[in-house]
């Protein structure tokens, strides 16, 4: 009885520094997650509900565009899939556990479940990658977790297609950028998902917080990425990462 006791002693004082860590006393802090959105395991969001991109779509691919919600339509995230072959750009989420198998068809994260959950976001900047909040008078961006995608972290570590297995001096990195309301660019986060710098190895394989603080007052947030590994077509290494445990501040 002591030992049950103590574990949720322990349980609920980690469930309160995490809120903690994420605002102040009179602040209140709302978490977006997409725990239970899925009704399969092993599966991810898909929609037959887009626009279609006539401009770049050719025979036997369709590319359509779409933003979804969160639960209570706080945050609205972009979304691009063709029909033959399913995600292709921008958010979606999913509670695939797959840490082993190279390819883009492999959207687990690197550590195979969520920040705060089985669900997340497995994120490619190849469409449009954009998270906008609906109601900016209510909310302000506070922080969110970013991890490697299982198809980075690989193509990093082993190399795969045209990615080169990263040795000294290389890395790889998510480019967070917040605008206003009027479309004004008010900054950047660089974040780094990669670092063989300076001696370093450093591959990120776990859950690891961003703070947004810089871009509290952005209206939405634009992500790109950009690696040390370039080809002709850009970056070599997947443009590939995953999110969860987003935060917003209500005002």
């Known amino acids: 009885m002591k030992q049950k006791k103590l574990f949720l002693l322990v349980t609920l004082f980690l469930s309160i520094s995490f809120l903690s860590s994420c605002s102040s006393d009179d602040e209140t802090i709302r978490i977006i997650n997409f725990n239970k959105?899925?009704?399969?395991?092993?599966?991810?969001?898909?929609?037959?509900?887009?626009?279609?991109?006539?401009?770049?779509?050719?025979?036997?691919?369709?590319?359509?565009?779409?933003?979804?919600?969160?639960?209570?339509?706080?945050?609205?995230?972009?979304?691009?899939?063709?029909?033959?072959?399913?995600?292709?750009?921008?958010?979606?989420?999913?509670?695939?556990?797959?840490?082993?198998?190279?390819?883009?068809?492999?959207?687990?994260?690197?550590?195979?479940?969520?920040?705060?959950?089985?669900?997340?976001?497995?994120?490619?900047?190849?469409?449009?990658?954009?998270?906008t909040i609906n109601n900016p008078d209510k909310y302000s961006f506070n922080e969110m977790w970013i991890t490697n995608a299982t198809y980075a972290y690989l193509a990093i570590k082993e190399g795969y297609g045209v990615a080169t297995q990263f040795k000294e001096g290389d890395w790889f990195k998510v480019i967070i950028t917040g605008y206003d309301s009027e479309n004004k660019k008010m900054g950047n986060i660089d974040f780094y998902l990669a670092d063989y710098r300076n001696g370093k190895t450093d591959i990120l394989k776990e859950w690891m917080r961003i703070d947004l603080g810089s871009l509290r007052e952005a209206n939405y947030l634009v992500f790109s990425m950009d690696s040390s590994d370039k080809g002709d077509w850009g970056i070599n290494t997947p443009a590939y990462f995953c999110a969860d445990a987003i935060s917003l501040i209500e005002k």
């Open 37 to 131: 959105q899925l009704t399969a395991s092993e599966s991810e969001f898909k929609t037959d509900k887009g626009v279609k991109d006539e401009e770049n779509s050719w025979p036997n691919y369709t590319l359509y565009h779409y933003t979804f919600k969160s639960q209570k339509n706080e945050l609205e995230f972009t979304h691009s899939y063709t029909p033959e072959s399913g995600f292709a750009g921008g958010f979606t989420y999913t509670n695939k556990t797959d840490i082993t198998t190279p390819g883009y068809t492999n959207l687990s994260a690197i550590t195979g479940k969520g920040k705060l959950g089985d669900t997340y976001l497995t994120a490619s900047v190849g469409q449009p990658t954009k998270i």
